[in-house]
């Protein structure tokens, strides 16, 4: 074979990226083709419907679903606010008297004289879409979003938790392998993205989010720190949506792991530069990567998509199994014979050297290449 494909993740200084940003529900777009749009810009608003609450009148007010209109005080489609009257009956002895309150603020949507039940929606709640990373809009969803395109770095993670967000990059760690300490964060982080060199532990994770940091990435993130961090045993892994203050997003794997020198180094080169990232994983099918993205607005004339030709002699990976597991190197040979490993399986396998110099025979699917 001249060369053999592997999962892979992109870690590179250009890249031409464009980022679909669409709202749940058709509504209105904010920008047209062709507008360069920033971050933190709305392309696309709409409304969502508000929730609704049920009130059984008819036990309420001991009467007959047929009954219930001569009770009411409001009509469909009146607005109410929590607390008002909506309906009472009309007894001889005015003591006797029962009056119904409305339970929300919002709009009396339905009256049923066959179930006897009043339908209260709340106010529609707005929903804006953001760029999300600085950029031009190369195409428009009528009603529905647009497609933002830039050019520049592009990081993808392992892992990741907590949704969209953006900031200056602010890299404290001097090395790779460097484990930050609380004490290391201070008032100087907040607003931004953190970066540390080797594991991200619990501690550090709160430290920046008391200090304001509005994300924070590093190179391992232990289970049990992580299952503390989030409340509750994260299983199958989809994230993204999780509310703990920051995005948070590891770029080696669980455990002590140093973050890869390159992506360390191209971090560290874009200090200070606005960027954005997105803590979101999914690790079944339809595999979504964490990213980290940082605009580039005069990159755009170098920002060009390489062919990625697979695993080949030179290619960077990432060993994603024992015994070497999260280790970097590069492909030294590439075997066309199948080796017998240790669970006495012939398999096809690669020679990687790691970046201290050491080589070892591994299985290709113990791998993933790191596209540049």
């Known amino acids: 074979m001249a060369h053999a494909y592997t999962p892979g993740l992109r870690v590179t200084r250009q890249a031409r990226l464009q980022r679909q940003r669409q709202l749940p529900l058709k509504g209105e777009v904010a920008v047209a083709q062709g507008d360069k749009v920033t971050r933190d810009q709305v392309v696309a608003r709409t409304d969502l419907p508000g929730n609704v609450t049920t009130l059984n009148l008819v036990n309420i007010l001991s009467c007959t679903p047929e ?5 009411m005080l409001k009509r469909e489609g009146d607005a109410v606010e929590v607390g008002e009257p909506i309906a009472e009956t009309r007894p001889f002895i005015k003591w006797f008297k029962t009056t119904v309150k409305a339970p929300i603020s919002g709009t009396l949507e339905n009256i049923s004289k066959i179930t006897g039940q009043v339908l209260f ?14 950029g031009s809009v190369v195409n ?3 009603n529905e979003g647009v497609i933002v395109e830039t050019t520049g770095v592009f990081v993808q993670g392992i892992f990741g938790v907590g949704g969209e967000t953006w900031g200056p990059l602010h890299v404290i760690s001097s090395g790779p ?14 607003g931004k993205i953190v970066v540390g060199g080797n594991l991200l532990t619990r501690e550090v994770i709160d430290k920046a989010r008391e200090t304001g940091a509005v994300g924070i990435i590093g190179g391992g993130i232990r289970d049990a720190d992580l299952r503390d961090l989030l409340g509750y045993d994260l299983g199958v892994a989809i994230t993204g949506t999780e509310d703990i203050g920051l995005s948070v997003i590891v770029t080696e794997g669980f455990g002590p792991i140093a973050m890869a020198r390159k992506t360390f180094d191209i971090l560290r080169e874009n200090n200070g530069k606005e960027t954005s990232i997105s803590g979101a994983t999914q690790i079944r099918a339809g595999v979504l990567r964490p990213e980290i993205i940082i605009p580039e607005a005069d990159a755009a004339h170098r920002a060009e998509e390489g062919d990625q030709l697979g695993l080949v002699e030179g290619a960077h990976l990432r060993a994603i199994r024992a015994p070497h597991f999260g ?46």
């Open 67 to 71: 009954e219930l209109p001569n009770y």
């Open 121 to 134: 929606r709340a106010p529609p709640r707005p929903v804006q879409v953001m760029a999300y990373i600085d």
């Open 177 to 190: 392998d460097e484990i930050l300490s609380a004490d290391q964060l201070d008032a100087e982080c907040a």
């Open 327 to 372: 280790r970097v190197g590069k492909v030294a040979a590439l075997p066309p014979e199948l080796q017998m490993v240790e669970s006495e399986t012939r398999v096809r396998v690669l020679e990687v050297e790691f970046e201290n110099g050491d080589r070892a025979i591994v299985p290709r699917a113990n791998v993933e290449l790191i596209e540049e």
């Open 140 to 142: 428009v969803l009528p």
